[in-house]
């Protein structure tokens, strides 16, 4: 059934007949019909308004100019409805559209349970009265007590950035434990997650999570500093309950650098100690964009000490192939079509893992097409910007060769190309032991051994002197 008539919306006596159907029309309507699987009748509504008006912005056939037509057509019909910035900047907007329509995130229809809840909860805050986070744990919009009570860590949803974006984040170590942590010079971890994964995925997956060691403090020696590092993760715009991409221009790697910046800044005003920023996959190109942007910008705040790179993606001229796929992804109208497996790498195992690994995760249906389009349009920054901004800052680049085709070894040797004093740990299934363990192993311990050596020991030895 279509909403109730509301003064955002276009009336029929306004609207341009369709002109006859050209290659380019077809492919800008499957794209957008692939926009409206599984979303609300307010989204199909915009969905289908980006249908009509698309064809008149393409002035040829090619498959970019379609995207970039079919984006400025979705962009207008959002802010007719209202689902950005009719009602409010960014995330108010979107809240009060959803709050009006009777929309929830789609995120909890997938999920379900506590994360159902805990969504449903984020969507409706009243329009207009969030304000900018103040960047002490707690002070957010609490998601769920329930975590706390089965021993995991509490979220919280706040409003990181200047238009009103909102981030899902998850606090550990010395800085959730004190927020007056970072003024004392306790170094702070930014981790970003990859695109098909999202705060519960690195979670369950249990591969690369360094963090609960920061929690509970125990384990190996070189786990033994994790106590003194603050770290903060969060989901990206698109995941969990953090903001819907409204534009995919939002979704760009760049763009995704800026709000790492961002949330960074909010949560050290300033004051805080070293920086470091972590991701995978799409959270490792992120970091690398973050760092560039930092450098570019001058200001020395806002500059990592380190890096950490997890399972990079494909760069350059071997990321054209994965553009092309996700760009077909969508023309198809398959970018909300959820996967049931789990990642390339548990297929390597050679023993049963257990418990058995999740499901890749997936980006909101709501805005899952602006996502993918998001991520076809980006790449890493020019070799030459990628070398000056890194060239002083130390880099570990962790990698697996294990038949992952999105996520190459040789990816890391673009990172060692850029960076040759970047740190190049590789986990293969051609080894003699089993991938899955090793990683969950020697990963951790890797990235927090890092962190120690370059971050925590250095400002020691400054102050020894």
Request: proline content about 6%.
């Amino acid at each position: 059934p279509r909403p109730s008539p509301s003064p955002h919306r276009h009336r029929p006596s306004r609207m341009r007949a369709a002109p006859p159907p050209s290659n380019a029309t077809t492919i800008a309507s499957k794209t957008a019909k692939g926009a409206c699987v599984a979303m609300r009748a307010t989204a199909s509504a915009c969905a289908a308004s980006a249908m009509r008006d698309a064809p008149h912005h393409v002035a040829t056939c090619g498959a970019d100019d379609v995207f970039r037509a079919l984006d400025d057509a979705r962009s207008r019909a959002l802010s007719r409805t209202g689902m950005c910035g009719a009602t409010g900047s960014g995330a108010r907007g979107a809240a009060h559209a959803r709050a009006r329509f009777g929309m929830c995130s789609t995120a909890a229809t997938r999920r379900g349970g506590d994360d159902a809840r805990a969504r449903g909860d984020a969507a409706e805050a009243a329009p207009g009265t969030a304000a900018l986070w103040d960047g002490v744990p707690g002070h957010g919009r609490q998601l769920s007590a329930l975590r706390a009570s089965r021993g995991e860590r509490p979220r919280e949803v706040v409003v990181a950035c200047e238009d009103g974006g909102e981030m899902e984040i998850s606090s550990h170590g010395a800085w959730a434990r004190d927020a007056t942590a970072l003024a004392r010079g306790t170094p702070l971890c930014v981790w970003a997650h990859g695109m098909r994964g999202d705060l519960n995925n690195d979670d369950e997956e249990g591969l690369w999570n360094f963090w609960k060691y920061c929690d509970v403090g125990d384990g190996a020696e070189s786990r033994a500093t994790a106590r003194d590092i603050g770290v903060i993760r969060y989901n990206a715009r698109g995941y969990g309950a953090s903001s819907d991409v409204r534009r995919t221009r939002e979704a760009r790697w760049d763009n995704r650098g800026s709000d790492m910046i961002e949330l960074a800044r909010r949560v050290r005003k300033g004051n805080g100690g070293k920086l470091v920023f972590c991701g995978a996959s799409l959270g490792a190109a992120t970091s690398i964009w973050a760092a560039v942007l930092a450098y570019e910008s001058g200001v020395a705040e806002d500059a990592p000490a380190a890096l950490v790179i997890v399972t990079p993606p494909t760069f350059y001229e071997e990321r054209e192939s994965r553009k092309k796929k996700l760009k077909a992804k969508v023309a198809k109208g398959a970018a909300v079509e959820n996967t049931k497996a789990p990642r390339r790498v548990f297929a390597a195992a050679r023993d049963p893992v257990v418990p058995e690994p999740p499901s890749l995760a997936n980006p909101n249906d709501s805005c899952a097409v602006e996502v993918l389009i998001g991520s076809a349009q980006s790449n890493l920054p020019e070799p030459e910007r990628v070398r000056e901004a890194l060239r002083d800052i130390p880099v570990i680049c962790l990698a697996w060769d294990c038949g992952d085709v999105t996520h190459p070894v040789s990816s890391a040797m673009v990172i060692k190309d850029l960076v040759p004093h970047a740190e190049i740990v590789v986990a293969s299934s051609k080894e003699d032991y089993d991938i899955v363990k090793h990683v969950r192993a020697e990963w951790s311990n890797a990235i927090l051994e890092f962190i120690q050596r370059n971050v925590i020991s250095d400002d020691e030895g400054k102050e020894n002197l």
